[in-house]
């Protein structure tokens, strides 16, 4: 096991990664921008370091200062958290050359999984069902006849990264070259790479995902589902678990073919498979995140298993020991992500509390949210033994949750959870006005 971790990330993730780290006994080391000086996760760490100014590309991206400080203070692996550099194979392979464990996949698979487009090709054999689609486009005529032949409407999607950028949705051929000029350009700025490709446009669907654990002896087992249909713009607002769309025999048989198909791929670590689920109940496979997903802790909750813990005794070499006998998926957890909807600084927070009340946050008094990195505050998440408990206990978490001095989404998200269509778990990817 490591004796010392250092925590490449900000903000309630690297907070969340320095707990972990406390309850295993690994000491931490964590790195700041000059924005993020008086930052939580500074103060939690048993070293700290600035390594740039306050923007990512000076900081949070920069690798060579990061491995640099890494070496300085004796670390022997690196968390990247998500964002930043956890899906950057070049960073993952700097850590190896350095004699550093990057925790997270071998830079191989990594390159090989994170092309939407060759991921898709590889899960195909595997069993599993893929949206149809084409590999990278290489112009907007490319990308025109590939549209014609998969018909409209389609979805123009970035082979790099997630989260929602270089998407768009495409319903007619006039649509194409801005849509592609658009989903390039955000590619290039996000993910450093502008290839895009297409894939047929299922709708109406829910994006219902896997979450994985695989380590280096070949045991792979899923920690469930999670309906993530809640979403503005691509970007994932309210997460739960298990999918009320799903039923036992679907999840059932989703699961072995999903355990089956890492095998097949041979992926080591924590990982998420994205689905599509259509109005007929056929799951199709969209993408692989090859990192920690931001609701991680919404299955946490309801499987009891620590996901950062496991993360790092997988890259420690450690194998797993439980089966996926030993999971069970009863109860019901729900995650609303509060974010920021302009910059302040807290001057009161009350989190509330009780049994199965979770509040994952980087906020103390006196914080201040700046314009340079993205807007979650933190994830409040709830258990119950059933999801009518599980949504009376997030309304009462919502209510009694306070941020002063910060514009939240607060109230938004209780009207969303006391919205008929949620409720009743009759909800698709429209539910916020999407497509």
């Known amino acids: 096991m490591f004796s010392k971790i250092l925590i490449a990330n900000r903000g309630e993730i690297a907070v969340r990664i320095i707990r972990a780290c406390k309850e295993m006994g690994v000491a931490t080391v964590a790195v700041y921008s000059e924005a993020d000086k008086d930052a939580l996760h500074v103060a939690l760490a048993d070293q700290s370091y600035c390594i740039g100014g306050p923007e990512a590309s000076e ?44 925790i997270g996949p071998e830079p191989e698979s990594m390159e090989r999984l994170s092309d939407k487009a060759i991921l898709k090709e590889l899960v195909q054999n595997t069993g599993l069902s893929v949206i ?85 002896q070949g045991n792979v087992v899923c920690l469930g589902d999670r309906d993530c249909s809640l979403q503005r713009r691509n970007q994932k607002l309210l997460e739960e678990t298990p999918s009320p769309a799903v039923t036992v025999e679907q999840r059932q048989k989703i699961i072995e073919a999903a355990i089956d198909a890492v095998k097949k791929i041979g992926y080591v670590g924590a990982g998420t498979l994205e689905f599509l689920l259509d109005k007929g109940g056929n799951f199709w496979f969209m993408e692989m995140n090859v990192r920690l997903q931001v609701e991680h802790c919404v299955t946490e909750m309801l499987t009891g298993f620590d996901l950062v813990k496991w993360q790092i005794r997988i890259a420690a070499g450690i194998p797993l020991n439980f089966t996926q006998n030993d999971i069970r998926l009863s109860g019901a957890a729900i995650e609303c992500r509060i974010n920021a909807q302009s910059c302040g600084s807290l001057r009161m927070l009350h989190v509330p509390g009780g049994p199965s009340v979770r509040f994952d946050t980087c906020l103390i008094e006196g914080t201040s949210i700046s314009p340079y990195y993205d807007s979650l505050l933190g994830k409040l998440v709830v258990y119950a033994k059933t999801r009518e408990e599980a949504l009376r206990k997030i309304r009462a978490a919502l209510c009694e949750l306070k941020v002063d001095g910060i514009p939240t989404n607060i109230e938004e998200q209780l009207r969303i959870v006391e919205d008929e269509r949620f409720t009743s778990g009759n909800y698709d990817l429209t539910f916020m006005g999407n497509r």
């Open 132 to 216: 149809p689609g084409t590999k990278a486009v290489a112009s907007v005529a490319e990308a025109k006849r590939a549209a014609e032949n998969l018909g409209f409407p389609v979805m123009l999607k970035a082979c790099a990264g997630g989260g929602g950028r270089g998407i768009r949705l495409i319903k007619s051929v006039d649509e194409i070259e801005n849509a592609y000029m658009q989903a390039t350009s955000e590619a290039i700025s996000a993910f450093g790479d502008g290839s895009v490709y297409l894939e047929k446009y299922i709708f109406p669907a829910r994006h219902v995902e896997l979450q994985m654990l695989a380590d280096e």
């Open 59 to 102: 900081s949070y991206l920069n690798e060579n200062q990061i491995i640099s400080t890494a070496i300085l203070a004796g670390a022997q692996a690196i968390h990247p958290g998500y964002g930043f550099l956890s899906e950057n194979a070049h960073f993952a392979r700097l850590c190896r050359k350095n004699g550093i464990v990057f």
